[in-house]
């Protein structure tokens, strides 16, 4: 029997007087899958996490965390997630290693399980050095740290982090991102935030939510490839105006092309693909054969941020 996802959500509303912060969304992730949460601020990211954590009802739909419905088991869904608010609500006031204990005490952990699971993750979360250290004199970048570290003490099947590197520094940034990489090989993450590179870089998947609604669903590349954002192909070639107009303007997989001339005789031959097709060994053969001279061949690639601005155009708020 296959394995249920790690989340299933159908229908999903989330209503407040005067606004719909949630619309009827419906998505799922599977086990062991890193699933970016991608949008602006005030898209609905943080309400869809706080109700998937049984943190806050929803007005009207279902949710399910490794099987157990959110709302009827509520308990049973948090002993399987590892929540991390974009706030983080820390104790500033206590040791590190005695507020891990404490947090693991309070998840149901016994004394002697608290004491083995704080030590790992002290060093999981490369907090074995200011152990002893009060959180409250922590930079922001390891107090992240310490908010992981709770999020993970008592082994959840899902760890979902709200903007876990939000007033960060870049050197910060990139600990926590290398740490999140980590955590995707042991558990399934579902990480919210509305910094595109962020998901790039560490996620197999995306989901682009604006305005409490779903707009996609997919990989980058399929987003790239489905929304015929596929990169376009720059060659420098040198030869004739005429031959090379000759040489492109018929080919299958072309949508269109255009010519600009360079210095030393070479043409700048900037060619967009039909539905995704690389055209980089096409033009590669066409030199060749024909024994021009190439200096370049590039396929421009789209960011997240180029699918997130395609898909949102024309459905942003007004001021």
């Not at 309070?106 to 002697?112: A, C, T, V």
């Not at 999981?124 to 930079?139: A, E, F, M, N, P």
Request: contains cysteine; proline residues 5%.
């Amino acid at each position: 029997m296959e394995a249920a996802p790690m989340i299933e959500v159908r229908e999903l509303t989330k209503r407040y007087p005067g606004r719909t912060a949630v619309s009827g969304i419906s998505f799922t992730v599977g086990r062991g899958e890193v699933v970016g949460f991608l949008g602006p601020n005030g898209a609905g990211k943080s309400t869809t996490m706080r109700i998937l954590s049984a943190f806050m009802p929803a007005t009207s739909g279902t949710a399910r965390v490794a099987g157990y419905d959110v709302f009827h088991e509520p308990d049973e869904v948090r002993r399987r997630i590892g929540y991390m608010p974009e706030n983080n609500p820390l104790h500033l006031d206590m040791r590190v290693r005695e507020y891990l204990k404490f947090r693991a005490r309070l998840k149901g952990m016994g004394w002697g399980r608290s004491r083995e699971r704080v030590d790992t993750v002290l060093q999981q979360c490369g907090l074995t050095d200011v152990q002893k250290r009060i959180i409250g004199q922590l930079s922001k970048g390891y107090r992240q740290r310490v908010g992981l570290a709770d999020a993970l003490i008592h082994e959840p099947d899902l760890i979902i982090l709200d903007e876990p590197t939000i007033g960060l520094d870049p050197h910060q940034i990139r600990s926590v991102r290398a740490l999140i990489q980590e955590l995707g090989r042991r558990h399934t993450v579902l990480l919210s935030t509305h910094i595109l590179s962020e998901v790039e870089m560490t996620c197999s998947r995306v989901l682009i939510l604006n305005r409490g609604e779903i707009l996609a669903v997919d990989t980058p590349a399929n987003l790239e490839r489905n929304l015929g954002l596929d990169g376009q192909v720059v060659a420098e070639i040198a030869a004739p105006t005429q031959e090379l107009r000759d040489a492109f303007q018929d080919l299958q997989d072309l949508e269109r092309f255009d010519l600009s001339p360079l210095d030393g005789g070479f043409h700048r031959v900037a060619l967009t693909p039909r539905d995704g097709v690389d055209l980089r060994p096409v033009v590669f053969d066409i030199v060749g054969q024909r024994r021009w001279r190439l200096r370049e061949l590039t396929r421009s690639r789209h960011t997240l941020e180029d699918i997130f601005v395609h898909l949102t155009r024309g459905r942003r708020d007004e001021p």
